[in-house]
């Protein structure tokens, strides 16, 4: 079973920054492709980025590539995603997730999720 707690989500105008980090709780954090997900008021949650276990690939939604930056730090059980140039349609509920799966973007195929951390973007 592996823990995940999201932090550092908040309110922010369009056009800021902001960062949120994801600690894990196991020692095999290095094992797992970790991503981001995000879920805004009536709507299904959606892939926003992920990052395999060796850091050799990395996959971002479209809307956000140019804008947002996933990287993780195995040392730490931290993985992280550096949001710039918000948007008021980034306003969501973001979860940190794991998978023992290379990678989908699938949530189903996602094992592990943080309880999520809201982002709010003022217009």
């Known amino acids: 079973q592996v823990q995940l707690v999201e932090s550092g989500g908040g309110l922010v105008q369009a056009g800021g920054s902001l960062r949120l980090s994801c600690v894990a709780s196991?020692?095999?954090?290095?094992?797992?492709?970790m991503g981001w997900f995000r879920q805004a008021p009536g709507k299904e949650r959606e892939f926003v980025a992920a990052i395999t276990r060796s850091i050799n690939s990395i996959y971002y939604l479209d809307s956000v590539k140019g804008r947002f930056t996933i990287s993780r730090d195995n040392a730490l059980n931290t993985v992280y995603l550096q949001m710039n140039s918000l948007k008021p349609e980034d306003t969501a509920v973001y979860y940190c997730?794991?998978?023992?799966?290379?990678?989908?973007?699938?949530?189903?195929?996602?094992?592990?999720w943080g309880q999520g951390t809201q982002v709010t973007v003022s217009s």
């Open positions: 196991q020692r095999t954090f290095s094992s797992y492709t």
């Open positions: 997730a794991a998978s023992p799966k290379i990678f989908s973007r699938i949530t189903d195929d996602w094992a592990f």
